[in-house]
């Protein structure tokens, strides 16, 4: 693992002119999706949906008049 | 009820978001998961306090959210002081220029302080505008923008991008990583 030697001819080739900071071709952008996206994939444990149905029983939701 | 089953239905759908979005904020699949269920319990008791027809995500976000700051109040620093601050100062260095991986990236943001963290998440990845973040996040619009400024150009650094902005921080971060240009 070497680290890149960040010196002055370090700019890159692609100068994006993105409108917004977080564009979907900004690569911060697409990795924060990419880590989130992720994270939503990931399977729920059944307690969640338990713990709802615990709820429903002991207090049913109130009726909106 | 119908009512009540759709609002059951509707937490059920929104779990998986609930469950990412704590994890963004905790940074502990625990603790996420902890947070997750307080905010169903809020929620659930709350309910009539919900006006039909709004953004159910943003409010059961502003809920755990705020579930989330009240349980860091009730822990002191902690979690700053021994994730945050000690960390902050160390560059995660990509291990290929040019290709990010996604596990440097869960670090670089694990470095992030927990407002700039959320302001990033929030819009960048939850799907929320900058008028409904400011609400979740109880803070003026202008807030969050700058917020989500700071966070972008703070990885930039952690991660030692460059050339992705015209405005960006290449100057700044490339006198934080010690490389003098002679």
């Known amino acids: 693992m070497t680290r890149q030697t960040s010196g002055v ?26 880590y ?29 008049d | 009820m119908a009512a009540s089953l759709g609002f059951k239905g509707d937490l059920l759908a929104a779990i998986p978001g609930l469950r990412a979005f704590a994890m963004s904020l905790s940074q502990n699949a625990d603790r996420a998961d902890d947070l997750v269920q307080e905010t169903l319990v809020k929620a659930w008791d709350k309910q009539s306090s919900f006006q039909p027809g709004t953004n159910l995500k943003a409010w059961l976000f502003t809920i755990l959210r705020n579930e989330f700051y009240s349980q860091m109040r009730k822990r002191g620093r902690e979690v700053q002081d021994s994730d945050g601050l000690l960390t902050a100062r160390l560059a995660v260095h990509p291990s290929q220029p040019g290709r990010l991986d996604l596990d440097d990236f869960r670090k670089a943001l694990e470095q992030l302080p927990e407002d700039q963290r959320e302001a990033i998440i929030l819009i960048g990845a939850s799907g929320f505008s900058y008028e409904e973040a400011a609400d ?47």
């Open chain 1, 36 to 64: 989130y996206d992720d994270l939503v994939s990931d399977d729920v444990p059944d307690r969640f949906a338990q713990l709802l149905s615990q709820l429903e029983e002991a207090e049913p939701a109130q009726q909106k």
């Open chain 2, 136 to 182: 979740i996040c109880g803070c003026a619009v202008g807030t969050i923008k700058s917020r989500v400024s700071r966070a972008r150009n703070r990885l930039q650094e952690i991660l030692d991008i460059s050339g992705e902005a015209d405005y960006g921080p290449d100057a700044i971060a490339a006198q934080v990583m010690g490389s003098t240009v002679s």
């Open chain 1, 9 to 34: 001819s370090n700019a890159g080739p692609i100068h994006r002119r993105d409108g917004e900071p977080l564009g979907a071709n900004s690569e911060i952008g697409r990795k924060l999706k990419q």
